[in-house]
């Protein structure tokens, strides 16, 4: 048995190692966007000399590839490219998301929100409650992995339990359950507009809404705040063991009270939150409600589910001014604005990478590269027969493994949706079906990838309770979950599929082919 355990420990190094170098090998994501549209042009050339063509499987015409090693293809590369970083769908939304996030997040209403739901949990349900926390922490882009990642520790060790299991315990409600949530985030807007522009390629008219995998990532979020619990208790802690302290000095300090302050913040807010479900109650919930889509007087494509983005604004605006005034956080219009700049200011990459991505997607698009390999694609997967749900099945495995080379999302999400999106859609599966099953896959190896952003800072909050932790130590401990997520998950979107349900709001799971 010991000899047996040995061989898979090395096994498991061995494959690591090639995880680390393969991930250190690729460059950052805004230089292999831009090198990818280089691609896109020097391809094009090759396949327009190669005469290639596929017939459009709905309308029947002819589509050629399009060179652009052209003087042509040079001037629309020059005189468009402004106008592909503006016109880029998730730019936007992003944007307009994340204002109304930062004055949440700059009032410290997400934190102190974070703290009552953690603190006031009953001891036998403090698990579930940190890897449920960790969950709707993505609600706010990510800070969770600086705020309730050691929040975790800090509250197992106050409990007389191993603090290393309340950072894995957080560690994989934040980053293992990502785009699992109750509520609308930053990155739902933001994969769906990546969807959207990838479904062009084939129905120049569709859309993908911001909540177009809100049923299923509901459903989700408890099942992996029970799954993560399980594993915590019944994998990580008994592997651990009893915590004998450790020899660093710098200890973090016992989680504090919320102040009677914060307190009446938080009652505030939950009055301006009631006030604002009001609101779209009264817009939503009757049958000629002002929400509600003015020719057919459903919600499907309302103004409602048009306007998530906006709602998701405007709510994170009310209630984080709300919360700052009451707490003394904002005393003035400037403090609010101060708020939105600073989360804004951290965007700075995400511009530079949105910018060459964007370029890239357009470029594939005019080629008519993405269109000729959906149907190529297609053609190759309905005549190896598989149905749609091991295709799903498969499709989440593919995107666990490249997350574990290349940790952003919504890069990875901008070279991959452009292709498995049409795809799909020309063997019958909605973009949404397809996206649902992305998110699945890219977030269950997250607490694995080293090459995910946050993982060298989960790594020092390991050291501070064990200095001989290191990258291994986390992936140890962590690989338990990422297994469990894989296969519950997948499980679950198997059941999902058998049963035919919505994986969102007008979001079913197949299109006409």
Same mark, same amino acid.
């Given at each position: 048995m010991?000899?047996?355990t040995?061989v898979l420990?090395?096994?498991?190094?061995v494959f690591?190692s090639?995880?680390?170098?393969?991930?250190?090998?690729?460059?950052?994501p805004g230089?292999?966007?831009?090198?990818?549209?280089g691609?896109?042009v020097?391809?094009s050339?090759?396949?327009?000399k190669?005469?290639?063509?596929v017939?459009h499987p709905?309308?029947?015409?002819l589509?050629?590839p399009?060179?652009?090693?052209?003087?042509?293809?040079l001037?629309r590369?020059?005189t468009?490219?402004?106008?592909?970083?503006t016109?880029?769908?998730p730019?936007?939304?992003v944007l307009?998301?994340m204002?109304?996030?930062?004055?949440?997040?700059?009032s410290?209403?997400i934190g102190?929100?974070?703290?009552?739901?953690?603190l006031?949990?009953?001891?036998?349900?403090?698990?579930?409650?940190?890897v449920?926390?960790g969950?709707l922490s993505?609600?706010?882009?990510?800070?969770?992995?600086?705020?309730?990642?050691p929040?975790?520790?800090?509250?197992?060790?106050g409990a007389?339990?191993h603090?290393?299991?309340?950072?894995?315990?957080?560690?994989?409600?934040?980053?293992?359950?990502?785009s699992?949530?109750l509520l609308?985030g930053?990155?739902?807007?933001?994969l769906?507009?990546?969807?959207?522009?990838?479904?062009?390629?084939?129905?120049?008219?569709?859309?993908?809404?911001?909540a177009a995998?809100?049923y299923f990532?509901?459903?989700s979020?408890?099942?992996?705040?029970?799954?993560?619990?399980?594993?915590?208790?019944?994998?990580?802690?008994p592997r651990?063991?009893?915590y004998?302290?450790?020899?660093?000095?710098?200890?973090?300090?016992?989680?504090?009270?919320?102040?009677s302050?914060?307190?009446r913040?938080?009652?505030?807010t939950?009055l301006a939150?009631?006030i604002?479900?009001?609101?779209?109650?009264?817009g939503?919930v009757?049958t000629e409600?002002?929400?509600r889509?003015p020719?057919?007087?459903?919600?499907?494509?309302s103004?409602?589910?048009?306007?998530?983005v906006?709602?998701?604004f405007?709510g994170?605006?009310?209630?984080g001014?709300t919360?700052?005034?009451?707490?003394?956080?904002?005393?003035n219009d400037?403090?609010?604005?101060n708020g939105?700049?600073?989360?804004?200011s951290?965007?700075?990459?995400?511009l530079? %990478?949105v +910018?060459? /991505?964007?370029?890239? =997607?357009?470029y594939?698009? #005019?080629?008519? *590269?993405g !269109?000729?390999?959906?149907?190529?694609?297609?053609?190759?997967?309905?005549s190896s027969?598989?149905?749609?749900?091991?295709?799903m099945?498969?499709?989440?495995l593919?995107?666990?493994?490249?997350?574990?080379?290349?940790g952003?999302?919504?890069?990875?999400?901008?070279?991959?949706?452009p292709i498995?999106?049409?795809?799909?859609m020309l063997?019958?599966?909605s973009p949404?079906?397809?996206q649902?099953a992305y998110?699945?896959?890219?977030?269950?190896?997250n607490?694995?990838?080293?090459?995910m952003s946050?993982f060298a800072l989960?790594?020092?909050?390991?050291?501070?309770?064990?200095?001989r932790?290191g990258i291994?130590?986390?992936?140890?401990?962590?690989?338990?979950?990422? %297994?469990? +997520?894989? /296969?519950c998950?997948? =499980?679950?979107?198997v059941? #999902?599929?058998? *049963?035919? !349900?919505?994986?969102g709001?007008?979001?079913?799971?197949?299109?006409q082919?």
């Amino acid at each position: 048995m010991r000899q047996r355990t040995e061989v898979l420990r090395r096994a498991l190094t061995v494959f690591l190692s090639a995880v680390e170098r393969g991930g250190n090998t690729l460059p950052h994501p805004g230089t292999l966007f831009a090198i990818l549209a280089g691609l896109t042009v020097v391809i094009s050339a090759i396949a327009a000399k190669a005469e290639l063509e596929v017939i459009h499987p709905g309308t029947g015409e002819l589509i050629q590839p399009v060179s652009l090693a052209t003087v042509q293809g040079l001037h629309r590369i020059l005189t468009e490219m402004v106008t592909n970083f503006t016109s880029f769908a998730p730019l936007g939304t992003v944007l307009v998301a994340m204002l109304g996030i930062g004055v949440m997040e700059s009032s410290g209403l997400i934190g102190a929100a974070l703290r009552l739901l953690v603190l006031s949990a009953p001891k036998r349900l403090l698990t579930f409650v940190i890897v449920l926390a960790g969950v709707l922490s993505n609600t706010a882009s990510e800070i969770g992995y600086v705020l309730l990642v050691p929040l975790g520790g800090i509250i197992f060790l106050g409990a007389g339990r191993h603090p290393i299991a309340g950072l894995a315990a957080a560690f994989a409600g934040v980053s293992g359950g990502y785009s699992a949530n109750l509520l609308l985030g930053t990155v739902d807007p933001l994969l769906a507009g990546l969807s959207e522009e990838a479904a062009r390629i084939v129905d120049d008219g569709y859309r993908v809404n911001a909540a177009a995998n809100y049923y299923f990532m509901t459903a989700s979020t408890f099942m992996v705040a029970g799954v993560g619990t399980w594993v915590t208790e019944r994998i990580v802690i008994p592997r651990l063991g009893p915590y004998k302290g450790s020899d660093n000095e710098d200890q973090p300090e016992v989680l504090q009270e919320l102040t009677s302050v914060e307190k009446r913040g938080l009652a505030y807010t939950l009055l301006a939150v009631a006030i604002f479900v009001a609101f779209l109650l009264w817009g939503t919930v009757p049958t000629e409600g002002f929400l509600r889509n003015p020719d057919t007087g459903g919600l499907l494509r309302s103004p409602f589910l048009s306007g998530i983005v906006a709602f998701i604004f405007l709510g994170g605006t009310v209630v984080g001014i709300t919360y700052g005034a009451v707490v003394g956080v904002f005393r003035n219009d400037t403090d609010v604005m101060n708020g939105m700049g600073k989360t804004i200011s951290t965007l700075g990459t995400y511009l530079v %990478l949105v +910018f060459f /991505a964007a370029q890239f =997607v357009a470029y594939f698009n #005019w080629t008519n *590269l993405g !269109l000729i390999m959906a149907v190529k694609g297609a053609e190759g997967l309905r005549s190896s027969g598989l149905g749609g749900i091991p295709l799903m099945v498969s499709f989440v495995l593919l995107s666990a493994f490249i997350n574990l080379f290349m940790g952003s999302a919504s890069a990875k999400w901008a070279i991959m949706a452009p292709i498995f999106v049409p795809m799909f859609m020309l063997l019958g599966y909605s973009p949404e079906l397809t996206q649902t099953a992305y998110r699945i896959g890219d977030s269950t190896s997250n607490i694995i990838a080293p090459m995910m952003s946050y993982f060298a800072l989960i790594v020092a909050f390991f050291e501070r309770y064990d200095n001989r932790s290191g990258i291994g130590t986390v992936v140890a401990t962590m690989l338990p979950y990422t %297994l469990a +997520f894989l /296969a519950c998950w997948s =499980v679950l979107l198997v059941i #999902w599929m058998w *049963l035919g !349900l919505p994986v969102g709001p007008g979001a079913g799971l197949s299109l006409q082919p």
